[in-house]
């Protein structure tokens, strides 16, 4: 049982030893499962530049793609042609002709003129009549489709009646047959003219059918470049009609013949990509900032997106490539943001972006286009980053991103075509995701243990309920607070540290007072002294209590546990020496030092090592009798050296010369509060 306890404690140290190394096994891994399994086109070519490779035969048949200019030219092509579609209505026919007969009864029409116009319309109806408004040729093609009898075909408009035209006709019949007579008479004796009206009734719901259609197949390809025959030369220069070439084979090489290597070659040649992007986080990380390193959760985040970002671009690469333009890559800056110092978000996120460089066709306008976004969201974000004003950062996202593909088309001497607007579209919504997606930061946020800048902006508003508890309950340890924290945000600027945590912390660090605010001197009336009637023993420990209250506190308003780390950390493991040193006087024993010793941890990072002094400074300086800079200067000095001596920072982060910036900062600033003022008499 012995063993296997010290078996599992062994394997604890080795896994919080060698944690970075782990997790960079593990992500190597996981990339190299999703890395997409195909080979990188070899050749690199752009118009107006010559073919530095060797003269490049077809190695197998492939067609010809159109371009994007092509296609749409034979789209508008199509949408000129637009083709009517119409249905016949047999039954008018038959009801004119009656109508003709009664009015032939009816006005004593002569039999053989009706007979004569009788003939006229049934050649007419045979034929079809359709409205005026249809008879214009120029308005597209010089034909419609008719359906007659559940059978569409195509017929002449020229062949077709118009009312007019069909008139027309029977006047012209009537003239020929009765030369004696007045047409015009007989026409409106027979009543011509409400004999005549379309029987092809034009169908709108079919044509918009037909034409979608027409416009959904178009052809993408045209010709074939078969096997063995030559698609450029070497030295020859790219024009746009070999690049089309080039186009229509790497798109073939892609989709039917892939990577044509070893899959061990294939393999070793992603392992190098992976191991590059894991290296090149390494550096960053190692140069910028080591302790990180140490931070498992804030590590395993880093890492975690990495690999997010790789799986998105191989989901993407793998199911729809027209969308990439679509995918919010700007959105994981902003989420790295939220929980590191800004000097670290840029670089990380140029790395993480590797893989869509690599992998997507367009991985050069994809990675540059991405990366200005990125820039983009971060600056404005700093700046807007509440209420409406996140659309106006999500403007400016894509204005940054199209200006960068604009830029491409601009080199590349294209015009800005059909395809060009679809993708624009896309930039678009992918800034619009941005500001949809940002809440999602929240739910990382709880996966990771981590605190974002948000949530640190939400503590350190004074109104929420625990700091307006405290204000009430304990209001000498509140302004003490907000002392200590001025004073150590400005020292930590200084060291390069985060200014925001830092404040947090402080104002957060003694709300274990709020239990028993009365035993402690900044909250006490004139004239009342609590521990009086008190031994030292009794005094010490509800002293030293406000440590283990405020954990409790924190848990009790849930808040996170880094700020619960200046609450344990502010007072290390030091003593509260007023009464020990009362407690030796008076006879106790010195090895009893441990009753008077906080319960607490040592500072682990620099935020929290400045928030000792900067706790500790601001404390004893209310003790002066007098504030000039030679006082203030011993008071800080001392305090830090018996820090020092007690070992207070041997397990924190902080440098000796980090420790001497943030000293003359607090000097600094305390002989500007308690700067001397000038009396008038």
Known sequence: MKRLHISKKNLVLFYDKHFAKIVFVIAFVCMI??????????????????????????PFDFPILKTSAEINQEREQVANQLVSYFKEDNSIAAIKILDLQQNQLKYALPQEVENNIENSLIDIYDKGVIGEEFYDSSAGTDYVIVQQNKRAQEQLLIQLYTPGKALRHIKSELMVAFPEMDADSLMNLAGAKELVEPNLIYDQKTTNLVHKEAMEFISPTKGMVYAGELIVSQGEIVTPEIEQLLDSYKAEYNNTMGYSGGILQLLLGHSIVVVAILILIYVTLYFVNKEIFYTHNKFFFLIFITILILAITALVWNVARDYFFMVP???????????????????????????????????????LMNVVGGAMALYFFSLFNRGWLQFFNSFMIFVGMLLVYLSFIFMANEQIDYQDYIIFGHLFLNALFVVAAYPLLFLLEKLFGLVSGATLRDLSDTNTKVLKELASTAPGTFQHSLQVANLAEHAVAEIGGDTRLVRVGALYHDIGKMNNPQCFIENQAHGIDYHKNLSPVQSAKEILAH??????????????????????????????????????????????????????????????????????VEAASRTLNDYTKESISNLVDSILRKKISESQFENSDITYKEVNIVRESLKRQLAEIYHARISYK
């Open 547 to 616: 440590v283990t209250d405020g954990v409790e506190l924190a848990r009790k308003y849930n808040i996170p546990d880094i700020i619960t780390g200046f609450i344990t950390s502010h007072h290390g493991c030091t003593q509260a020496s007023y009464f020990y040193n009362k407690y030796i006087k008076e006879g106790g024993n010195p090895k009893d030092i441990a009753l008077f010793t906080y319960k607490g941890t040592y500072p682990a990072t620099k935020e929290q090592v400045v928030l000792m002094i900067a706790d500790s």
């Open 33 to 58: 499962l999703l890395y997409p399994n195909v080979g990188k086109f070899k050749y690199a070519y752009r118009s107006g530049t010559p073919w530095m490779y060797e003269t490049l035969m077809a």
């Open 329 to 367: 890559y700007s959105l994981f800056a902003l989420y790295t943001m939220a929980f590191f110092r800004s000097k670290l978000v840029f670089p990380l996120y140029m790395i993480s972006l590797i893989p869509l460089l690599v992998i997507s066709e367009h991985g050069t306008v994809l990675y």
